[in-house]
């Protein structure tokens, strides 16, 4: 079997807001197509115009070339060492940043080849199911012009999604900060408010996270207000403090009273290395198609098992990534959640639109996937609706 093309698809919602801290609102989705008419599906939560460009762009010499040059031609079931040949001849313009992304994207397509091909979800073909089922939390993030409405809103959120079923709910409280929601100035004993408010509203028995979006520069600012949530029995705080200050991440991991969670925006297992030998951090998050594809995400898992820490990997798109996020948990012992942006609890017309992922929510779980591959079926029909109009350069 040989690919034989690679179909790039930028994907935007027509009312996407520039404001608005949510990457659910534009995609890249890759699809690899092969001469034995199997066609892989893979995407990547990074600037999908950048994605296209890094897949499409021609090559000009050894270090910096063509990632279609690289693969059309090549087996598709050679998963691992297409990667490394990807990352070594895109080695000059790459190594990190969205030539990973792009490079997390093919992968992911090249195993819903293999998985196709095999008549075998992914799952068991990265090694086999150890657990009967895996919790999904419910990702919510709230919309609102006053710190009041977001608040309310996002107690809203958590209500519906305990009604919907969900045992574990990740909440989006960010006031502040380089990622701050709609341009909203609150403060962190508002934000203290706020979380209590919806431990309040969920109760004792559901799982609660909370991220803040890299809200801290400092990681004695940081301590000065989760100090008070002890109470409050957070499962992780995530993206306390920006990405490289990893001294800082260390002094949480060591004095914070809850887990510190991170690694949305990493690529590579070099940099998790970094993270939880450096940062120390409780738990990996690594986003498939970020970090590089299952190949990559599952160098990251073992990493994170030699080390005893946790993952839970992040997802912030469609059901394309979320059924990635599923098969790789199912692979992985030590990963008791999976971020999950239900459909029903979604601003996203994409994400409702794109696909059906073909996970079974039950009882607050999700079982096995049965199909081969990834097991997603596309809508051709969204990714018409949804295509962008070409950028004129």
Same mark, same amino acid.
Request: charged residues 25%; negative net charge; hydrophobic residues 40%.
């Given at each position: 079997?040989?690919?034989?093309?690679?179909?790039?698809?930028?994907?935007?919602?027509?009312?996407?807001? $520039?404001?608005?801290?949510?990457?659910? $609102?534009?995609?890249? *989705? *890759?699809?690899?197509?092969?001469?034995? !008419?199997?066609?892989?599906?893979?995407?990547? +939560?990074?600037?999908?115009?950048?994605?296209?460009?890094?897949?499409?762009s021609p090559g000009s010499h050894t270090m910096a070339m063509g990632m279609k040059?690289?693969?059309?031609? $090549?087996?598709?079931?050679?998963?691992? /060492?297409?990667? +490394?040949?990807?990352?070594?001849?895109?080695?000059?313009?790459?190594?990190?940043?969205?030539?990973?992304? /792009?490079?997390? =994207?093919?992968?992911? /397509?090249?195993?819903?080849?293999?998985?196709?091909?095999?008549?075998?979800?992914?799952?068991?073909?990265?090694?086999?199911?150890?657990?009967?089922?895996?919790?999904?939390?419910?990702?919510?993030?709230?919309? !609102?012009?006053?710190?009041?409405?977001?608040?309310?809103?996002?107690?809203?959120?958590?209500?519906?999604?305990?009604?919907?079923? &969900?045992?574990?709910?990740?909440? @989006?409280?960010? %006031?502040?900060?380089? &990622?701050?929601?709609? !341009? %909203?100035? !609150?403060?962190?004993?508002?934000?203290?408010?706020?979380?209590?408010?919806?431990?309040?509203?969920?109760?004792?028995? &559901?799982?609660?996270?909370?991220?803040?979006?890299?809200?801290?520069?400092?990681?004695?600012?940081?301590?000065?207000? *989760?100090?008070?949530?002890?109470?409050?029995?957070? #499962?992780?705080? @995530?993206?306390? %403090?920006?990405?490289?200050?990893?001294?800082?991440?260390?002094?949480?991991?060591?004095?914070?009273?809850?887990?510190?969670?991170?690694?949305?925006?990493?690529?590579?297992?070099?940099? #998790?290395?970094?993270?939880?030998?450096?940062?120390?951090? +409780?738990?990996?998050?690594?986003?498939?198609?970020?970090?590089?594809? #299952?190949?990559?995400?599952?160098?990251?898992?073992?990493? =994170?098992?030699?080390?005893?820490? %946790?993952?839970?990997?992040?997802?912030?798109?469609?059901?394309?990534?979320?059924?990635?996020?599923?098969?790789?948990? &199912? =692979?992985?012992?030590?990963?008791?959640?999976?971020?999950?942006?239900?459909?029903?609890?979604?601003?996203?017309?994409?994400?409702?639109?794109?696909?059906?992922?073909?996970?079974? #929510?039950?009882?607050?779980?999700?079982?096995?996937?049965?199909?081969?591959?990834?097991?997603? @079926?596309?809508?051709?029909?969204?990714?018409?609706?949804?295509?962008?109009?070409?950028?004129?350069?």
């Amino acid at each position: 079997m040989k690919i034989t093309a690679i179909e790039c698809h930028v994907l935007v919602v027509p009312n996407l807001r $520039q404001d608005a801290t949510s990457s659910s $609102q534009d995609n890249i *989705v *890759v699809l690899v197509h092969t001469d034995e !008419g199997i066609t892989g599906v893979g995407e990547t +939560d990074t600037g999908p115009w950048i994605a296209k460009a890094v897949i499409e762009s021609p090559g000009s010499h050894t270090m910096a070339m063509g990632m279609k040059d690289l693969l059309i031609g $090549q087996d598709p079931l050679d998963t691992a /060492a297409l990667w +490394d040949r990807l990352y070594t001849y895109t080695c000059m313009s790459g190594r990190r940043g969205a030539v990973i992304c /792009a490079m997390g =994207a093919i992968d992911m /397509a090249l195993w819903d080849i293999k998985g196709k091909y095999l008549n075998q979800p992914i799952y068991k073909l990265l090694g086999g199911a150890h657990k009967p089922t895996i919790t999904p939390y419910a990702s919510l993030q709230p919309d !609102g012009g006053s710190v009041k409405k977001y608040r309310d809103g996002l107690v809203a959120w958590a209500k519906k999604a305990k009604r919907a079923g &969900f045992l574990a709910g990740k909440m @989006e409280c960010t %006031l502040s900060g380089p &990622f701050n929601h709609a !341009g %909203l100035q !609150g403060s962190d004993e508002q934000a203290t408010e706020i979380v209590t408010a919806c431990r309040e509203a969920v109760g004792k028995d &559901f799982t609660l996270m909370v991220d803040v979006q890299y809200l801290w520069r400092d990681a004695k600012s940081c301590l000065r207000t *989760v100090s008070k949530w002890d109470h409050l029995d957070i #499962f992780f705080l @995530e993206t306390p %403090l920006l990405t490289d200050n990893l001294e800082g991440y260390a002094t949480l991991a060591r004095e914070a009273p809850m887990r510190i969670a991170a690694g949305e925006w990493l690529n590579t297992r070099h940099e #998790f290395r970094e993270l939880m030998d450096v940062g120390l951090v +409780d738990v990996a998050q690594p986003d498939i198609g970020r970090v590089g594809g #299952f190949t990559e995400a599952m160098r990251v898992c073992h990493m =994170a098992e030699d080390r005893g820490r %946790l993952i839970v990997p992040h997802c912030w798109k469609t059901g394309i990534g979320i059924a990635a996020s599923a098969h790789m948990a &199912f =692979a992985v012992p030590h990963c008791p959640f999976i971020e999950y942006l239900p459909a029903q609890l979604s601003d996203s017309d994409l994400r409702r639109d794109l696909c059906d992922d073909g996970l079974v #929510f039950q009882d607050g779980v999700l079982l096995p996937p049965t199909r081969p591959g990834l097991g997603v @079926e596309l809508n051709k029909d969204a990714l018409k609706k949804y295509k962008a109009k070409p950028l004129l350069l």
